[in-house]
């Protein structure tokens, strides 16, 4: 059964600072794997989508990597804001593909000014 | 921004009744998904449909529940008969070929 696990559960950063947010997944038959950001009694908002064929996305002062031999993907913050404050979910679709994603329970993130 | 809408956003309903939720997906897209969390809990999946019919389901997905594209536009959850561990947040998503899963806001359930 596919696990996949967010560390930590909750991280709370000074505004400025460069972060990074840890998912793990113990499947490696990956088709991709998804950055969400959900904000309170919100949807999900995607940032970025890593397909199993690539190292790493970047958007803005976001960047993805991916390493399937491990098992793990980061997501980096930089110059963190404010407004970055959310729940940081990463979801993972194994290679049936179009099907199942799995969710990890998330990084609730705070960024004080 | 092309996006996925769901309605409603609150939906309050009694034990035992039916419900059906309502999204409808990005126009272009040819995947769709319902998922639910649980407060406090993880995001989890329910469904996915494609083609007109069910690609794969969770084990959550039993036999009170069933999904629906009625049109070329809408696409449905029903609960047939509602339980109190029914009450969640519902998202439906969609997706095209190895694009991104583009989520609606949710329709909350709670069952009294």
């Known amino acids: 059964k596919q696990e996949v696990t967010q560390i930590p559960a909750a991280l709370s950063v000074p505004e400025g600072e460069n972060l990074v947010l840890n998912c793990s997944f113990t499947?490696?038959?990956?088709?991709?794997l998804q950055w969400f950001r959900q904000d309170p009694g919100k949807g999900l908002t995607s940032l970025l989508l890593?397909?199993?064929?690539?190292r790493e996305q970047t958007s803005g002062r976001l960047n993805a990597s991916l390493d399937k031999s491990s098992g793990r993907s980061t997501l980096y913050i930089a110059a963190s804001q404010p407004g970055d404050s959310a729940t940081y979910l990463c979801?993972?679709?194994?290679?049936?593909?179009?099907?199942?994603?799995?969710f990890g329970i998330g990084t609730k993130l705070q960024v004080i000014p | 921004e092309p996006e996925v809408t769901q309605t409603p956003s609150h939906q309050v309903t009694q034990m035992g009744q039916e419900v059906i939720l309502r999204c409808v997906p990005i126009?272009?897209?040819?995947?769709f998904y319902w998922y639910r969390q649980i407060l406090g809990q993880k995001v989890e999946f329910l469904v996915s449909?494609?083609?007109?019919?069910?690609?794969?389901k969770s084990e959550i997905f039993d036999d009170q529940f069933s999904v629906e594209r009625p049109d070329g536009s809408n696409f449905t959850l029903k609960i047939r008969s509602t339980k109190l561990e029914d009450s969640a947040m519902y998202f439906c998503?969609?997706?095209?070929?190895?694009?991104?899963?583009?989520f609606g806001n949710g329709t909350r359930l709670t069952v009294t």
């Open positions: 998503a969609s997706s095209g070929r190895d694009s991104p899963l583009h």
């Open positions: 499947d490696s038959a990956i088709y991709n």
């Open positions: 890593i397909q199993s064929s690539q």
């Open positions: 979801a993972f679709m194994n290679s049936g593909g179009y099907q199942k994603v799995t």
């Open positions: 126009s272009n897209h040819l995947y």
């Open positions: 449909f494609y083609n007109n019919e069910i690609s794969e």
